[in-house]
């Protein structure tokens, strides 16, 4: 399973920075995938040099040039090399990233890495490689969800590039994009991925708006179209934040009763074979009541589109296989959002101030 940027736009820290400094499969494989894109990038102003560089993408590295300084100068954000190398993909994700849940709980599976802490995330560069973890995940009774990412910070330990393919994006989703990733860069929180998310999430958005306003102006058509993005994007977060909710109550009550149930019945000395049948029994009345939970929620959702959204970028949401790894995923970029909302008002909704408060937290 694989969701593209409609549904979960910003992309995570994939953690194949780590094959430098350990052993292991994973790890070499992954660095060995790393370093080969890094060798392969060129730098941008080597780029623009050339005189013969097609116009549009010319066009592309200088407005990534604006961004950047935009990002430094205006929101706070730290200066590094990151996005002054180019690499060139025929491919429209940079890498794949695996989520695991589980099943009748939102407590999700967590890894282990060097220097960065416990992430509910891990990165490959080949999707074959992704398919295989969650395989192995799936086969342990988890919920899993893979998606490609189209861009990842390594906080620094390289210069992140640009890829071919955002010469596509739209100039907000290009900053969105640039100003998630560089806030990774410039603050990340060990073993709390939910506030790093969050927070990039939160600052790439609130950030592009900025950049949007500043170089078109508030009565421009690309000013306009945010506000309009932004509206679809605040009941999408509310519709699947209520799915969560409803899903979240339901596990409470099956948590309960079937501790009841296996209670009573060792009260009544089955046999230890019986109880794992029951158990069993349980579990999968448990996962059939979720999906009709889920399936009917698809059916409301699908039903009040027409009333709820403006635009079409979140109709296909009903086509997707959303499981437990999906809605976890989800709260982990827009959980907090009112939290960060309330403390960049707090800080006069100037960004350099609520960038410099949020330092002051880690």
């Known amino acids: 399973m694989i969701v593209k940027k409609e549904t979960i736009k910003n992309s995570g820290l994939l953690a194949a920075l780590a094959g430098l400094v350990m052993s292991g499969c994973y790890y070499t494989t992954q660095g060995f995938y790393l370093l080969s894109y890094q060798s392969r990038a060129v730098a941008v102003d080597r780029l623009l040099s050339d005189q013969n560089l097609a116009g549009e993408t010319r066009d592309f590295l200088n407005r990534v040039k604006e961004i950047k300084a935009f990002a430094v100068e205006e929101l706070g954000l730290e200066l590094n090399k990151n996005y002054t190398r180019f690499l060139s993909l025929d491919q429209d994700v940079l890498a794949y990233v695996v989520s695991a849940s589980e099943p009748l709980s939102f407590v999700p599976h967590l890894w282990n890495y060097p220097f960065l802490g416990k992430m509910p995330y891990k990165g490959f560069y080949r999707l074959e490689d992704a398919r295989r973890e969650g395989k192995r995940l799936s086969q342990k009774g988890q919920d899993v969800w893979i998606r490609g990412v189209e861009a990842f910070s390594t906080l620094g330990f390289f210069k992140d590039p640009l890829v071919s393919y955002m010469t596509r ?27 790093n998310e969050d927070l990039a999430a939160f600052v790439g ?4 708006r900025l950049f949007i306003k500043r170089t078109y102006g508030e009565d421009s ?3 306009r179209r945010i506000d309009q993005s932004k509206t679809d994007a605040q009941t999408f977060r509310q519709d699947i934040l209520a799915l969560k909710a409803r899903l979240e109550v339901f596990y409470s009550q099956w948590e309960t009763q079937t501790r ?3 209670e009573e019945g060792a009260e009544s000395r089955v046999s230890r074979g019986q109880r794992r049948e029951r158990e069993a029994a349980l579990r999968q009345e448990g996962l059939s009541r979720r999906d009709e939970i889920i399936r009917q929620f698809k059916e409301e959702f699908s039903a009040a589109y027409e009333d709820r959204y403006a635009g079409e970028g979140y109709r296909s949401f009903t086509d997707l296989p959303v499981n437990n790894a999906y809605l976890e995923l989800f709260t982990l970029y827009h959980g907090q959002r009112e939290w960060f909302e309330e403390q960049f008002r707090a800080a006069g909704e100037d960004m350099r101030t609520f960038i410099q408060n949020m330092k002051m937290t880690l």
């Open 169 to 195: 994006y739209s100039v907000y989703e290009l900053a969105d994009l640039i100003i998630h990733e560089q806030t990774h860069a410039t603050i990340w929180k060990k073993n709390d991925t939910a506030f």
């Open 260 to 262: 009841r149930d296996l």
């Open 221 to 223: 058509e690309e000013y």
């Open 205 to 208: 958005e609130e950030g592009a």
